[in-house]
């Protein structure tokens, strides 16, 4: 199955994407300081609560960092009660979300989602549904499988 390159049209779709997908992010996430941890810990909640319980070494990949800063994020998270660590065996360890720290995930996302609403509350129908089109078919083409 040969691939057609993309046309000069959809690299500007793309990178018009792109640009609103990091503006979105920076305006949902002034939300987060409320939430009283850093922006990589809320992400690494974040990865626990809808993923489910990750060795170390598989939430450092998810995260893009090494092990050792992995394992202080960690640490932090356990001190304030937000994760769990446990052996699996002699060389991995698994990670898990408590109840607090998915109520605090959560709370924040809500926070984000208010946020997001409010910010779009002004939008025409049409312009609503245009966007719900448009999420729709961004998840369906980015989807990966494994």
Excluded: W
């Amino acid at each position: 199955m040969t691939s057609k390159s993309p046309s000069k049209k959809t690299e500007q779709i793309a990178d018009g994407l792109h640009s609103a997908a990091i503006r979105l992010l920076r305006y949902v996430r002034k939300e987060d300081v409320a939430s009283g941890i850093t922006g990589a810990q809320l992400s690494v909640l974040s990865v626990l609560v809808f993923g489910g319980p990750q060795t170390l070494g598989s939430l450092a990949a998810a995260e893009q960092v090494r092990p050792p800063t992995m394992s202080q994020m960690i640490a932090a998270l356990e001190e304030r009660g937000l994760a769990i660590r446990r052996p699996l065996d002699r060389r991995s360890i698994e990670v898990s979300v408590t109840e607090k720290g998915r109520r605090l995930l959560e709370a924040g996302r809500r926070r984000r989602l208010a946020r997001l609403t409010n910010a779009l509350s002004g939008l025409k129908t049409e312009d609503l549904q245009c966007l719900a089109r448009a999420a729709q078919l961004i998840i369906g083409a980015t989807e990966t499988t494994v």
